[in-house]
């Protein structure tokens, strides 16, 4: 065991676009350096690919990310902050 946590948030967005924005804001008002990443999510039983959700994967070993400032964070624009 090397004692790193394995941390990670998990924002679901509904499209790229706001995704996108929400790695922005990330970086302008939280700091975050390391690239999130960006993963397309095909809700089950859809296959129109407008209905796919977007969600953004951060890593967050040191704890310093604020679950609820992601909360917010996602909320404006229309999404949320999954539980691990």
Do not use: F, I, T, Y
């Amino acid at each position: 065991m090397s004692g790193v946590s394995d941390v990670r948030h998990v924002l679901v967005l509904p499209d790229r676009d706001a995704a996108e924005e929400v790695v922005d804001a990330l970086r302008e008002r939280l700091g975050v350096v390391e690239e999130p990443q960006l993963v397309r999510d095909a809700l089950a039983g859809e296959d129109d690919a407008e209905d796919a959700q977007w969600l953004v994967v951060l890593r967050d070993e040191d704890g310093r990310l604020d679950p609820g400032e992601l909360d917010r964070l996602a909320g404006q624009w229309e999404g949320w902050r999954e539980e691990p």
